[in-house]
Each structure stands twice: as structure tokens, then as C-alpha cells.
């Protein structure tokens, strides 16, 4: 082919190149024939694994076990719109895909080589059941509309759902365990996957600098909030209290109140009246803003929430704060203490609850004796 300026140019174009976008340059920004760059695609594997964040997060561990299974795979993720940042920088991904309607059909006209349908979900298992792979793990879904396990391997994780003796009395695996199970994957103790980005531990660093915030001192961060969905996981505002003048006298700690937007009037609350100063991190920080906040923690004081994931993934030390849900089936590598009161009604999974004893029996001092085995 020639411009009008007769120089020759070429219509060759590598779309069988793993680096190739079609729409714009690939990241090398070079012309395809004579590219040095050139990566043909390994093993095409597809993760189906959306909703819940923390959920997300603590199934990245997958990403060791299929590279071992898989070697030279070339790994799709597809996850949630929200959850596309958390998921972008982490090298062993190499394409991440929003869960939209533009996503479905792309997918479904491609062919893989294995899928991991690893959400319970009668949307997302039916993706896995229509894209086009010779091996499926996990979970698919039947004639019926059910839910179902695709191999024997997952049918654990499958009747844990629909078992209450099984999931709240009987079960001791975690589930990075039983995740990979359910993959028919090794599992080696493999860890959290998550690359926090440099600008965000620069505005940390920002943040530590314009608040003047004393060094030699543990720094703590209090995790105030406990999502919407689970209300029960609230531990009580004047736990958080006393914990706060019990870290200032006892440990004589720079305390930082974490939280989303659902707690701007508690951590405001908190600062008002904790008797004692601390630092409000805010409640508008992106979700890797609030990550590279994490990251400058010596510890952090949670309950079974997104930021007990982030902060494990992050290798920061935590106490978290066990109630309605199962402290078994978390997976702290040794850098948590789990705290649960073991109450007659617990874990019960429930939403709401008008008494939540489970929560309240867990006391600030209990709190302040994990932190020091910790620190």
C-alpha cells in the first residue's frame, strides 16, 4: 500500500500477537511486521469471578495455582465495573474485562482453553456455561435454573451454601482452600495478588507529611465501618471509644479512623468525642487511595470487611472482628488475630439483627491485648 507521498506502507497487522489491541498501539507502540515484541498467545484462560470486592481480592490467590497448571497462559479476568482498578495493575492478569453488556457477546465469540467459573451466580454461571472452553471448573448452572458444580471437585463448596451444620459448625478449610478445590488447583499456601500503584502510596505519603503524624509510634488504623450488607459486623461506637484511649495511654499510638462514605458521621463522631486526638483519613478516598492509606499501617482493627482483605493483601498485621460470619473460613497467613466471641447464636449470616451480641461481646480490651501480640 502507498501514500500519496509514494513511501510504502504496510497492512500487516499481528492479531495473533497477545500484546495486539486492534483499536489503538499496543503498549510498545510499534508497527506489527518486524516487531521484536511479537507474543503469541499461550493457554487462553478465562476467571469469572465478580461481586463482592473483598471476595475478588481473596480469590486472586488462583492466579499462582493456574500459572503453575497452565504455563504461558494468557489470563482474562472479568469482574465487576467497580473492581477493574483493583485488578488492572497485577501483572499475572493479562486482560481485565468490566462485566457489561459489550463484554458478553465478545466472549462468548471467542474459544478458551479452560474457564474458572468461580461465582455462585445465575448470571455469571451462565456466561460460563455458553463461552466456548474443552474444561470448565467451578460452577455452571442447570436446565432448571440452579446452580450446580461443573466438576465433583467443587460439589464441597456447592453444598457449603445450602448447609448450615457444614458451613457454621462442621467446615475448617479456608476459602483460598476450598476455592482452589473447586478449581482443581494445588494449593500451596498460595498468597493475596495485589500491586497498590505508586501514586497512591504518594498520597499517603502526602497525607503523613501535611498531618505532621509522629514517627516511632505504631501506627494503628480503626476500619470503623462494616459494609451495607451486613449491618451485624458493626462493632459499637463506643467500643471504638474507649479502644482509641486505650491505644493513645497504653501504646502511645498515632490512631487513624478509615471508613467510606457510609461512615463520614461516625469517624466525624468519633473524632469529636474520643477524649483524645486522632487523625480522620476521610471517607471519599478512591479504593486504591484508601489501599495505599492501609499500606502505612502497622496495624489495622477490622471486622470481615473489604479492608481486612486489602490489608492482608497489603502484608499489614490485623485483629479482626469475627460476629455473624465464619472466622474459619479466613485465611490471615499469619499476620491477623481473629477475634470472635463465639455467641450461642453465632455465626448466623444474618443481615440485620436486633441484638447484636455477637459483636458487643468482643471487648476493647481484648482488642488492645491482640495488638500488642501483634506489634
Same mark, same amino acid.
Given at each position: 500500500?502507498?501514500?500519496?507521498?509514494?513511501?510504502?506502507?504496510?497492512? &500487516?497487522?499481528?492479531?495473533?500477537?497477545?500484546?495486539?489491541?486492534?483499536?489503538?498501539?499496543?503498549?510498545?507502540?510499534?508497527?506489527?511486521?518486524?516487531? #521484536?515484541?511479537?507474543?503469541?498467545?499461550?493457554?487462553?484462560?478465562?476467571?469469572?469471578?465478580?461481586?463482592?470486592?473483598?471476595?475478588?481480592?481473596?480469590?486472586?490467590?488462583? =492466579?499462582?495455582?493456574?500459572?503453575?497448571?497452565?504455563?504461558?497462559?494468557?489470563?482474562?479476568?472479568?469482574?465487576?465495573?467497580?473492581?477493574?482498578?483493583?485488578?488492572? #495493575?497485577?501483572?499475572?492478569?493479562?486482560?481485565?474485562? #468490566?462485566?457489561?453488556?459489550?463484554?458478553?457477546?465478545?466472549?462468548?465469540?471467542?474459544?478458551?482453553?479452560?474457564?474458572?467459573?468461580?461465582?455462585?451466580?445465575?448470571?455469571?454461571?451462565?456466561?460460563?456455561?455458553?463461552?466456548?472452553?474443552?474444561?470448565?471448573?467451578?460452577?455452571?448452572?442447570?436446565?432448571?435454573?440452579?446452580?450446580?458444580?461443573?466438576?465433583?471437585?467443587?460439589?464441597?463448596?456447592?453444598?457449603?451454601?445450602?448447609?448450615?451444620?457444614?458451613?457454621?459448625?462442621?467446615?475448617?478449610?479456608?476459602?483460598?482452600?476450598?476455592?482452589?478445590?473447586?478449581?482443581?488447583?494445588?494449593?500451596?499456601?498460595?498468597?493475596?495478588?495485589?500491586? =497498590?500503584?505508586?501514586?497512591?502510596?504518594?498520597?499517603?505519603?502526602?497525607?503523613?507529611?501535611?498531618?505532621?503524624?509522629?514517627?516511632?509510634?505504631?501506627?494503628?488504623?480503626?476500619?470503623?465501618?462494616?459494609?451495607?450488607?451486613?449491618?451485624?459486623?458493626?462493632?459499637?461506637?463506643?467500643?471504638?471509644?474507649?479502644?482509641?484511649?486505650?491505644?493513645?495511654?497504653?501504646?502511645?499510638?498515632?490512631?487513624?479512623?478509615?471508613?467510606?462514605?457510609?461512615?463520614?458521621?461516625?469517624?466525624?463522631?468519633?473524632?469529636?468525642?474520643?477524649?483524645?486526638?486522632?487523625?480522620?483519613?476521610?471517607?471519599?478516598?478512591?479504593?486504591?487511595?484508601?489501599?495505599?492509606?492501609?499500606?502505612?499501617?502497622?496495624?489495622?482493627?477490622?471486622?470481615?470487611?473489604?479492608?481486612?482483605?486489602?490489608?492482608?493483601?497489603?502484608?499489614?498485621?490485623?485483629?479482626? &472482628?469475627?460476629?455473624?460470619?465464619?472466622?474459619?473460613?479466613?485465611?490471615?497467613?499469619?499476620?491477623?488475630?481473629?477475634?470472635?466471641?463465639?455467641?450461642?447464636?453465632?455465626?448466623?449470616?444474618?443481615?440485620?439483627?436486633?441484638?447484636?451480641?455477637?459483636?458487643?461481646?468482643?471487648?476493647?480490651?481484648?482488642?488492645?491485648?491482640?495488638?500488642?501480640?501483634? =506489634?
Amino acid at each position: 500500500m502507498w501514500h500519496k507521498g509514494r513511501v510504502k506502507i504496510s497492512t &500487516l497487522v499481528r492479531a495473533d500477537c497477545a500484546h495486539f489491541k486492534g483499536e489503538k498501539p499496543c503498549k510498545f507502540k510499534r508497527v506489527c511486521d518486524g516487531c #521484536p515484541e511479537f507474543k503469541a498467545f499461550g493457554p487462553k484462560i478465562l476467571v469469572i469471578k465478580c461481586r463482592a470486592q473483598g471476595d475478588v481480592l481473596r480469590t486472586t490467590p488462583v =492466579l499462582s495455582g493456574i500459572r503453575r497448571k497452565h504455563p504461558g497462559a494468557f489470563i482474562t479476568w472479568v469482574v465487576d465495573a467497580e473492581t477493574v482498578d483493583l485488578l488492572k #495493575p497485577i501483572p499475572q492478569i493479562d486482560r481485565v474485562l #468490566p462485566l457489561d453488556a459489550e463484554t458478553w457477546p465478545a466472549l462468548q465469540a471467542q474459544r478458551f482453553d479452560a474457564v474458572y467459573s468461580l461465582d455462585k451466580d445465575p448470571g455469571l454461571t451462565a456466561l460460563a456455561a455458553l463461552v466456548q472452553a474443552p474444561r470448565k471448573y467451578g460452577f455452571t448452572i442447570n436446565a432448571h435454573g440452579n446452580i450446580e458444580s461443573l466438576t465433583p471437585a467443587a460439589a464441597y463448596s456447592l453444598r457449603l451454601g445450602v448447609d448450615d451444620e457444614l458451613k457454621f459448625k462442621v467446615n475448617q478449610k479456608t476459602y483460598q482452600q476450598m476455592i482452589f478445590e473447586a478449581a482443581e488447583l494445588d494449593w500451596r499456601g498460595d498468597d493475596y495478588v495485589f500491586v =497498590l500503584p505508586e501514586a497512591a502510596r504518594a498520597k499517603a505519603a502526602a497525607f503523613f507529611k501535611a498531618k505532621r503524624v509522629p514517627k516511632g509510634r505504631p501506627n494503628i488504623g480503626l476500619n470503623t465501618g462494616a459494609g451495607a450488607k451486613f449491618t451485624t459486623k458493626q462493632w459499637p461506637e463506643a467500643h471504638f471509644r474507649k479502644l482509641i484511649k486505650l491505644l493513645k495511654r497504653e501504646l502511645k499510638a498515632n490512631v487513624f479512623l478509615l471508613g467510606g462514605r457510609r461512615e463520614r458521621d461516625l469517624n466525624k463522631r468519633l473524632a469529636a468525642k474520643a477524649g483524645a486526638p486522632v487523625f480522620d483519613t476521610g471517607t471519599d478516598n478512591s479504593l486504591l487511595d484508601f489501599a495505599g492509606l492501609l499500606d502505612r499501617m502497622d496495624a489495622v482493627v477490622c471486622s470481615d470487611t473489604l479492608a481486612m482483605h486489602i490489608a492482608l493483601a497489603l502484608k499489614r498485621k490485623a485483629v479482626i &472482628l469475627f460476629g455473624p460470619t465464619c472466622p474459619q473460613e479466613i485465611e490471615t497467613y499469619g499476620r491477623g488475630i481473629k477475634l470472635f466471641a463465639g455467641a450461642a447464636c453465632a455465626p448466623c449470616y444474618r443481615q440485620t439483627c436486633p441484638d447484636p451480641v455477637c459483636m458487643e461481646s468482643i471487648r476493647p480490651e481484648e482488642v488492645l491485648k491482640a495488638l500488642r501480640q501483634l =506489634l
